[in-house]
């Protein structure tokens, strides 16, 4: 089987201009089929505040309202979606921006109401992932550029956390290629102290991780990133690295891995 590389990009090099050029730069550089998840960085809330909607965040999570439901598809499946796809015909990538309601391929689920009521918030399944159709836009050379949006078949478009996103593609390819999965931010992986960018922890399993999260080495926003990965790999997925946007080649980076 084809190797695949799913790079998912977010945080604050989506924020800066330069940082993004950089990393779309280096992402053009990858060798062979790959595709790009990307979220939204701080400019939707910024959008947000400007347009009179106070964001609300749980657990890092955004409650999505109509209003907010609105401006986070303007942004993410708009302005940031088609800066990317520009940024990298520029580079020579040859890429197609998707939301999941394009061509259907990624539907989600509306999350139900337990604790909190998230809104109009997607959840997702590997069978919700047309697999064939994203494998036929990587046969035509395409580079597909998915945001944070999905939809539920029923006219109703879903923001839907992009970290999940690239996790349930990788499982839905995995039956296709030999997939990589990359999550890229502005650490250079995970870190055994959030206070030395050094001090990356080079490999994690299932028992290292068990263990770092009980010290509490990996706490709050790494965690759902975390138990994303090893449930990816638990379904197929060859190898999970998380690392440094603007470092794609180097050697400073976190493997995940079961054993």
Same mark, same amino acid.
């Given at each position: 089987m084809k190797q695949l590389k799913i790079i998912k990009i977010g945080g604050g090099i989506i924020d800066d201009a330069a940082s993004l050029a950089q990393f779309l730069h280096l992402? @053009?550089?990858? =060798? $062979?089929? +790959?595709? &790009?998840?990307?979220? $939204?960085?701080?400019? !939707?809330?910024?959008?947000?505040?400007a347009l009179g909607i106070a964001p609300q965040l749980v657990n890092g999570r955004r409650i999505t309202d109509a209003a907010t439901l =609105? /401006?986070?598809?303007?942004?993410? !499946?708009?302005?940031?979606? +088609? @800066?990317?796809? @520009?940024? &990298?015909?520029? %580079?020579?990538? %040859?890429a197609l921006g998707l939301s999941g309601a394009d061509g259907n391929v990624i539907r989600a689920v509306k999350r139900p109401v337990r604790e909190i009521d998230y809104g109009f918030?997607?959840?997702?399944? #590997?069978?919700?992932? =047309? @697999? !064939?159709?994203?494998? !036929? &836009?990587? $046969?035509?050379?395409? /580079? #597909?550029?998915?945001c944070a949006i999905t939809h539920d078949g029923q006219g109703q478009l879903l923001n839907t956390n992009a970290d999940t996103i690239a996790a349930t593609v990788a499982v839905a390819l995995s039956e296709k290629f030999v997939v990589e999965l990359h999550y890229c931010f502005e650490k250079n992986g995970v870190l055994l102290d959030v206070n030395d960018d050094n001090s990356v922890i080079e490999k994690i399993n299932l028992t290292s991780y068990a263990e770092l999260k009980e010290a509490g080495i990996i706490a709050d926003g790494m965690i759902p990133k975390l138990d994303n990965s090893f449930d990816a790999l638990s379904q197929g997925?060859? +190898?999970?690295?998380?690392?440094h946007a603007l470092k794609i080649n180097d050697s400073l980076k976190t493997v995940l891995c079961l054993n």
């Open positions: 992402f @053009a550089q990858v =060798d $062979g089929p +790959k595709i &790009l998840v990307h979220g $939204g960085g701080k400019g !939707a809330s910024e959008m947000l505040r =609105d /401006t986070v598809t303007m942004f993410y !499946a708009g302005k940031t979606n +088609k @800066a990317i796809v @520009a940024g &990298l015909q520029q %580079n020579r990538v %040859n918030v997607g959840d997702l399944t #590997p069978a919700g992932v =047309d @697999a !064939a159709l994203l494998g !036929a &836009l990587l $046969g035509l050379g395409l /580079t #597909p550029v998915i997925v060859s +190898k999970v690295i998380i690392g």
